[in-house]
């Protein structure tokens, strides 16, 4: 067949390619055989698959978050789209740059109402930066490229693209090429940059709030840089990767996630507060009236113009990019500090990592089974490890054991859903396969994508996994008793929607029927021999960790 009477679903494949998008994520439908007939004759393309799509959805946020790149997504229509919309809201609050294509039917077929008929862009517009349908042959790689372009165009996030039958089954005569991302790389104008260390000069309390935009960025460097100049303590701010390395002297850790007064705590003495790749605020209840002091100085730097000032005043906004925008910042603030304010930010360095090394050698060891685990993986794999983390209350753990400090090495789950520790550490091995990934999730969790493991199995990614299994929603219970002391109501039993301990779920014996292979610890003694099989099996290894 001539290269101009080629049909949609060949050039689709040819398009995905030229773009780098040759793994597809998916689980196959009908209305999706003719493109996905196109893959499997498309040589250097590969499709991997899952068993529902919400597995899917969490193995491609995966890939996307470890390789930095746009990743592939094929969902059944509307009930597979249904069924990733959770995990899809996960990757909009997170800015993974997904592209998910679904077919349906076809447009002649739109006045039928027929079977598995859906208003799929409506589904997928809140979950999605940007969600259409292509509606004529001549446009189906234009609007892939587009949708590419705005998948990797900060602020990063899913795109989706309806992808009809009957017009990727027409004759398709349009060129292949690379989409073109614009380069968002920029550097505020040196009287802007002047105006943001005026406003941090002088600051006795300056506190910096940080998110992902930081990582994206690449810009740890200069953060650490002016953060050590100002010497303010960083908190974390919608942040799941390493924004700062958690062991240096000023990083604070998490703000909090479900509750804006929390967060309002650290910041309520700061009279100077930087923000810098990330909105504020994104607790599940933020407060409503200003966390910040009366008079404070606040200064907001993000590539996303709609984040900065969209709950709280600032005086200043500045989009740029996070990393020239705080090296220049850096520089102007070497010129400008006064000497007493950069000797006071030594001192307090110097007197918050000797507090830091104190506390670390008076620390009690962690006695649990989680604790002694966590202990002997630190100790055996030492820095070559990269962590997916889903384990919500056992978190604290697994951070004070293998704590996030090098970019790419940590991926915190975001967006509030459950269910992406397993497929997410699938992605991530996927994408690193040189590296040993283990995955962190809890029982609740672990169950939503539990056939993630089916998907690691069968294509030998050799991915670990360790669920933190407490037999119960322990998030919930924590939230119910803050819930419980703000409205004086009197502590009583849990709701029973929150246990999980019966039947025993036995996540190892689950794993073994996957494919995969797996042990269950419940003693400390236990933990060495647990990270020795973990860590010298050559596939898919799960620990079941009773806390």
């Not at 810098?276 to 404070?296: D, I, K, N, Q, W």
């Not at 969209?310 to 020239?324: E, H, Q, S, T, Y």
């Not at 819930?483 to 039993?493: D, L, M, S, T, V």
Request: aromatic share 6%; proline share 7%.
């Amino acid at each position: 067949m001539p290269v101009a009477a080629r049909t949609g679903n060949v050039k689709l494949i040819e398009q995905f390619k030229a773009d780098g998008l040759d793994i597809m994520f998916g689980n196959p439908g009908t209305v999706e055989q003719g493109f996905l007939d196109a893959a499997e004759q498309t040589p250097g393309f590969r499709y991997v698959l899952a068993l529902q799509e919400t597995v899917a959805a969490g193995l491609a946020d995966g890939y996307a978050r470890a390789t930095g790149r746009a990743a592939l997504l094929q969902l059944h229509a509307g009930v597979g789209l249904g069924n990733a919309i959770g995990m899809l809201y996960q990757s909009m609050r997170g800015h993974t740059p997904l592209v998910v294509v679904a077919g349906d039917a076809g447009v002649r077929y739109d006045a039928m109402d027929a079977q598995m008929a859906a208003d799929l862009v409506a589904m997928a517009r809140p979950v999605t930066k940007y969600a259409t349908r292509v509606t004529d042959a001549r446009s189906v790689l234009r609007v892939v490229r587009r949708a590419v372009k705005i998948a990797m165009t900060p602020p990063r996030g899913p795109v989706f693209v309806a992808l009809p039958m009957d017009v990727l089954d027409e004759l398709n005569d349009e060129p292949v090429v690379p989409s073109a991302v614009p380069v968002t790389l920029s550097t505020p104008a040196p009287e802007t940059v002047s105006r943001a260390a005026q406003l941090l000069t002088g600051a006795r309390r300056p506190v910096i709030l940080v998110g992902d935009g930081v990582a994206l960025a690449g810009a740890q460097g200069e953060l650490i840089r002016v953060a050590e100049l100002l010497g303010a303590d960083v908190w974390s701010v919608d942040s799941s990767e390493v924004n700062m390395p958690a062991s240096h002297p000023l990083s604070r850790g998490q703000l909090g996630h479900m509750f804006g007064d929390h967060s309002a705590q650290q910041i309520a003495e700061a009279d100077a507060v930087l923000i810098v790749g990330t909105y504020v605020f994104p607790e599940v209840f933020p407060r409503l009236t200003s966390p910040y002091r009366p008079h404070a100085r606040i200064v907001h730097i993000d590539l996303d113009a709609y984040e900065i000032a969209k709950n709280f005043p600032v005086d200043l906004g500045i989009v740029a990019d996070p990393r020239p925008a705080l090296a220049a910042l850096a520089v102007r603030l070497e010129r400008c500090l006064p000497s007493r304010q950069r000797q006071a930010a030594a001192v307090r360095l110097a007197a918050v990592r000797q507090q830091r090394d104190r506390a670390r050698r008076e620390a009690a060891p962690d006695g649990s089974v989680l604790g002694c685990f966590l202990r002997e993986l630190a100790r055996a794999a030492g820095d070559g490890i990269v962590v997916f983390d889903e384990a919500l209350t056992a978190s604290p753990s697994v951070v004070r054991h293998l704590p996030p400090d090098r970019p790419g090495d940590y991926f915190l789950t975001r967006g509030g859903s459950l269910g992406v520790g397993i497929p997410g550490a699938v992605g991530v091995k996927l994408a690193r396969p040189d590296r040993t990934v283990v995955g962190f999730t809890g029982d609740g969790g672990a169950m939503y994508t539990f056939q993630a493991l089916w998907t690691a199995a069968r294509y030998s990614i050799a991915a670990k996994f360790v669920v933190c299994n407490n037999r119960r929603y322990r998030l919930l219970d924590d939230n119910i008793a803050q819930y419980w002391n703000e409205r004086g109501i009197a502590p009583h039993g849990f709701p029973s929607s929150f246990d999980l301990s019966s039947p025993d779920i036995r996540f190892a014996d689950l794993a073994r029927d996957l494919g995969a292979d797996g042990i269950r610890v419940e003693k400390a003694e236990e933990a060495v021999a647990a990270v020795e099989g973990m860590l010298a099996a050559d596939g898919p290894f799960l620990v079941d960790i009773q806390v």
